[in-house]
């Protein structure tokens, strides 16, 4: 990792950083205005937190305990039982795979924001998804899932919605310790140490490995990650401090073809013998929360991310081998505090954003670099307009600077948006929460949209914006959850790829709507059960395709779930995952069958005994036998497009055992 490369490159923001310092050691509290109490809800990370006033969102938090009972070994496994969430992998490995939230298909990746500890997990500079391999679950505290666009409060890329991950803070617990192994080879062994470094200073050294395939064959992965973590409480705030290196080393089995599927659905052809990915990333990160006053508070952020990776992808009768090189740095300053003007019980936010990144890609095929700087100020206030009913209304300002050099021409391709929002939530009686909200969203077109390095295509995309329309109902009591969310995103210029032509695109003006269901009943202290039922309907409303569905988007999906939980230690989950069908990958003419729907059984059990807990899990206990996607592939033994099949695992399980003194 080149860390001069993170103190060197834009040297006018670490003046910003020697602000932050200079508050943290004057502790200014000469004030004596009130901090007011807010909702958990929602700008946090980590140590460094900020309650951001309610934002009329559907927001749902998974708790440690859910966390724990869910069984999940990764973050995509975790995701893909929540309602209003997609999870794709082509390669089965839920560690790699695609969150689409709204109904983007292809896109989902930069169309759904994921932070880590207020860390951008995505790439705005190209095409490449968030890495979901980078969280270990051993660290993360809580989940936060904001249902439906927050360009406003969140910017570029949060347009279908926003994931952000809480880690843990470090204890004095000392030695934390886990071992698990599964189907297919799989095994992990993780190992956290802890403690108490200096007076008011806690520290985390955690190492992890994993390995293992999927069922189908060429799928082995293998993952090694490091990290450490310093926390110190002040006078007047907290700061941390994080490095974390990780080696991702996986094979890639390729796509299938009816007839390959029906001959063996767990081979991989000789066309993908030789595809790998391998990726290496260090990361470096900074939070700061610190209490200006009584009642004010700033918190930031300065994050680096440097990402190195070496592929082989091929088609069949292509190889293509090549390198990514990105490097990110970030800040994210924000103030928060209560006014009085004219209002009641108001809050406001005031932050700014930076990303700076410099990315550069290399293959046979051709060279392409860019460095691409985005900037951005916005504001959010709450207040309560009576007793019952909050207005929440925000406004960004963003701004891009693209610099690209794509086979030897350069260009410039500048722009800027300005988004708002507006917001009610009412309480019109006890355990009822009704909420309604418009949002403008955006999404600045990445460098591999503006160009092509394989084909000359125009260069320059419009950025793609739009309007999002959400209306609930929440009824909570101590036993009985039930929420209800209807919602409209409309969008303008959408980015997306056209296989017929393998150009990148603006599509003419796209459309998506639908609701999401969801209840949760504690029957008593042992038994709850619940449910979910998400409809998306994601059409494009102009233009030759006219009416027809997004590809990879599934109209109909729910889950229905029973826990069993005792006193003594025992806790046992069934699920059932329904996924209805989908247009394939590609396919915007909807010319070619749909991926089948299918429907599968998972049960997470985990019995804990003092410091000990042994947890299990079964996926698809009914061993089905599904495609987890499909896209239009060329044929060359037909010389026609085809589509070609990404099978998913059957039966699998994996048993865990924890030590946590």
């Avoid at 880590?116 to 190209?126: C, F, I, K, M, T």
């Avoid at 110190?232 to 007839?259: A, C, E, I, M, T």
């Avoid at 740095?329 to 209560?338: A, E």
């Avoid at 954003?353 to 670099?369: H, I, K, V």
């Amino acid at each position: 990792m080149e860390y001069g490369y993170f103190f060197q490159h834009n040297r006018r923001f670490f003046k910003i950083l020697q602000i932050l310092i200079l508050l943290v050691l004057t502790d200014l509290d000469h004030t004596h205005l009130v901090w007011a109490d807010q909702a958990p809800i929602i700008i946090n990370s980590g140590q460094v937190e900020i309650a951001v006033p309610n934002p009329t969102a559907s927001i749902v938090v998974i708790e440690q305990t859910e966390i724990v009972d869910s069984g999940a070994k990764n973050l995509g496994e975790l995701l893909q039982g929540q309602a209003g969430l997609n999870i794709r992998s082509e390669s089965g490995d839920t560690a790699k795979a695609v969150v689409d939230m709204r109904g983007f298909g292809a896109t989902a990746g930069s169309n759904t924001l994921i932070l880590v500890d207020g860390r951008r997990l995505n790439n705005s500079s190209d095409l490449a998804p968030p890495d979901l391999s980078e969280i270990d679950m051993a660290t993360v505290e809580r989940v936060e899932i904001i249902q439906g666009s927050a360009g406003t409060l969140f910017g570029n890329q949060a347009v279908g919605g926003v994931i952000n991950i809480i880690t843990k803070i470090p204890d004095q617990s000392g030695v934390k310790a886990r071992i698990g192994g599964g189907s297919f080879g799989n095994y992990e062994a993780n190992a956290q140490i802890t403690g108490q470094l200096a007076a008011r200073t806690n520290y985390q050294l955690q190492v992890s490995r994993q390995s293992g395939s999927q069922e189908r064959d060429r799928t082995l992965a293998k993952r090694d990650n490091v990290g450490l973590r310093l926390d110190h409480q002040y006078h007047g705030g907290n700061v941390f401090f994080r490095l974390q290196h990780k080696q991702d080393d996986s094979q890639l089995p390729g796509s299938l073809f009816q007839s390959e599927l029906a001959a063996n659905r767990l081979q991989s052809v000789a066309a993908y013998q030789g595809d790998f990915s391998d990726i290496e990333t260090s990361i470096a990160q900074i939070g700061l929360q610190h209490n200006v006053n009584t009642n004010w508070k700033l918190a930031g952020e300065v994050n680096y991310r440097e990402n190195n990776g070496h592929f082989q992808m091929s088609g069949r009768g292509w190889t293509s081998r090549f390198a990514q090189k990105r490097k990110i740095l970030g800040f994210n300053p924000r103030i928060t505090g209560p006014i009085d003007i004219f209002l009641t019980d108001a809050q406001l936010i005031v932050g700014a954003d930076y990303e700076t990144t410099d990315y550069e890609f290399a293959s046979n095929r051709g060279l392409q670099n860019e460095v691409q700087d985005t900037y951005s100020v916005y504001a959010h206030l709450n207040t309560a307009l009576t007793t019952d009913l909050r207005l929440n209304v925000g406004l960004r300002r963003a701004e891009i600077r693209n610099s690209i050099e794509n086979g030897g021409t350069h260009y410039d391709l500048d722009d800027g948006i300005t988004v708002a929002s507006l917001g009610l939530e009412y309480d019109p009686m006890l355990n009822w929460r009704l909420f309604a909200r418009w949002d403008q969203n955006y999404r600045f077109a990445t460098v591999d949209e503006h160009t092509n390095v394989l084909f000359t295509q125009p260069v320059g995309l419009k950025n793609q914006t739009g309007d999002s329309y959400e209306f609930g109902a929440i009824y909570h009591t101590g036993d009985i959850k039930l929420q209800a969310l209807m919602y409209a995103l409309r969008l303008h210029n959408e980015i997306s790829f056209d296989s017929s032509t393998w150009f990148n695109i603006n599509l003419p003006d796209t459309e998506r709507y639908g609701g999401i269901i969801e209840a949760n009943w504690a029957l008593n202290r042992l038994w709850s059960l619940g449910g979910d039922y998400t409809y998306t309907s994601s059409r494009i409303t102009a233009g030759p395709f006219e009416g027809n569905d997004i590809p990879l988007v599934p109209k109909h999906s729910g889950r229905l779930f029973v826990d069993y939980a005792d006193i003594s230690g025992w806790g046992i989950r069934v699920t059932g995952h329904w996924l209805g069908a989908r247009a394939l990958g590609g396919d915007f003419a909807n010319n070619f069958n749909t991926l089948p729907s299918y429907e599968i059984v998972d049960i997470a059990m985990r019995y804990q005994f003092g410091p000990w807990s042994i947890s299990g899990k079964i996926n698809n206990v009914l061993d089905h036998k599904y495609n987890a996607t499909g896209a239009i592939g060329f044929d060359p033994t037909i010389f026609a497009n085809a589509p070609a099949y990404f099978p998913a695992s059957g039966r699998s399980f994996w048993l865990t055992l924890d030590y946590t003194p």
